[in-house]
Nanobody, 123 residues
Framework: QVQLVESGGGLVQAGGSLRLSCATS????????MGWFRRAPGKEREFVAA????????SYTDSVKGRFTISRDNAKNTVYLQMNSLKPDDTAVYYC????????????????WGRGAQVTVSS
């Protein structure tokens, strides 16, 4: 069974940092591009960041550029999202997603999803 499990969420003050982890199992991790999406209260799920199978290329939504960094450790079958300078608008449930071979910024292109991790940023 393919599983993606997010961890590292929590409550943080504005300006603080968190690092989300997504541990995967049941798939050949090196064959999958990975992405992070988020769903804020009352809003649709939106793209946050993605990276290639090797981690050699990344993409970000404009609102997090310069603050968030996506990375992966293929030896650990894990993808990360380092979040710095957090803002209240970053409050959301963050989802890890996997897609074979090529990354995408469209949620419908991803077939495997984690359950999500809550990130709450207080003002």
């Amino acid at each position: 069974q393919v599983q993606l499990v997010e961890s590292g969420g929590g409550l943080v003050q504005a300006g603080g940092s968190l690092r989300l982890s997504c541990a995967t199992s049941g798939l050949t991790f090196v064959n999958y591009a990975m992405g992070w999406f988020r769903r804020a209260p009352g809003k649709e799920r939106e793209f946050v960041a993605a990276l290639t199978r090797t981690g050699g290329a990344t993409s970000y939504t404009d609102s997090v550029k310069g603050r968030f960094t996506i990375s992966r450790d293929n030896a650990k079958n894990t993808v990360y999202l380092q979040m710095n300078s957090l803002k209240p608008d970053d409050t959301a449930v963050y989802y890890c997603a996997a897609r074979p071979f090529s990354p995408s910024e469209k949620r419908e292109d991803y077939g495997y999803w984690g359950r999500g991790a809550q990130v709450t940023v207080s003002s």
